[in-house]
């Protein structure tokens, strides 16, 4: 049973970031932080925990509440868990939940019991589809910057630093401004581009986060007309598309009713990077309805443990 001098607590975390979501009995959300990403397939678990550890503080002293008054506890972390094992002495009262990144996905769109296919394009890309009536599940995707990530950010980032090359040294024909945008983002010469992108990518080196962080500017250029630029971004739509289309087609016939979720910062770059997904869906699936997830997952997150509590047998 909830009590109303008890709170909920929400974390959520990836490659990038982590967002933590305070929040009453009734939904009310009290109190967001941030801190650093927590992927431990790219960050030591000393720093993943070090970023829980801050975040959670964080919401503790500023809103004053104390940890005791934590009743319930739900997490998401890309690569890791978090229990009371490394918080146990801040939330001493907590009750714990693990969720998976695809329940956030669907609760950002509001989707608390799904029957669908979530598809997330952040700094990596992964598709989960789930049946409600026979409980069959499905994952693609969200193999990390080596074996995958196809339909994400980073890959946006990934084509954005290989076309500039190639466009430094001539090898690229079609006119385009990524040299001129990474000397800008880089503080760089066109005299000493070569040695120092290098060392950037090598000696410094560009972390996965920041090489997807370059996604933005890739869709700046994009939204100016950069050939290059779009045809990058057409190739990351095309292979997001095809991951969520691989899901859909693994779990449901064409006749069937269902949702497909999308989320994620790449959705920023706009309808470029939709286009394919909804046009093979209407042309393939055409009772599917696609939505935009658009709440913060930690907040997503908060709203779906709630609900999930106030649906207790």
């Known amino acids: 049973m909830l009590r109303e001098d008890h709170y909920l607590l929400c974390l959520e975390g990836g490659g990038t970031r982590s967002q933590a979501a305070l929040s009453d009995y009734t939904g009310k959300i009290l ?81 608390y019991r799904p029957h669908g296919v979530a598809v997330v394009s952040a700094t990596g890309a992964t598709a989960w589809g789930i049946r409600a009536d026979d409980g069959r599940q499905m994952v693609a995707g969200g193999w990390g910057s080596l074996l995958g990530d196809e339909g994400s950010a980073y890959a946006v980032g990934l084509l954005g630093l290989r076309a500039a090359v190639r466009s430094y040294e001539g090898r690229l024909t079609t006119p385009t401004l990524l040299v001129k945008a990474l000397c800008q983002h880089f503080d760089l010469t066109i005299d000493t581009f070569r040695p120092s992108l290098v060392h950037l990518a090598y000696q410094k080196p560009l972390s996965r986060a920041e090489i997807a962080g370059l996604a933005v500017i890739v869709s ?94």
Do not use: C, W
């Open 31 to 111: 109190y967001t932080s941030r801190s650093t990403d927590v992927n431990t397939n790219f960050v030591p678990l000393q720093e993943a925990q070090a970023a829980v550890l801050r975040v959670v503080s964080d919401v503790l002293h500023t809103t004053g509440i104390s940890g005791s008054q934590i009743q319930h506890f739900a997490s998401v972390l890309a690569g890791s868990k978090v229990g009371p094992e490394l918080i146990g002495a801040l939330l001493p009262n907590a009750t714990y939940h693990t969720y998976t990144e695809g329940d956030v996905v669907f609760a950002r769109a509001g989707i």
């Open 220 to 313: 700046q250029l994009a939204t100016e007309g950069d050939r290059v630029a779009i045809q990058i971004l057409q190739k990351v739509a095309n292979d997001l598309a095809a991951l969520a289309h691989h899901i859909v087609r693994k779990l449901f016939n064409t006749q069937e009713s269902f949702v497909v979720v999308a989320a994620g910062g790449l959705l920023n770059a706009g309808a470029i990077i939709l286009t394919p997904l909804q046009d093979g869906l209407v042309q393939e699936f055409p009772h599917a309805r696609l939505l935009i997830g658009k709440e913060e997952p930690a907040i997503a997150l908060s709203r779906l443990m709630l609900y999930d509590l106030s649906h207790q047998p």
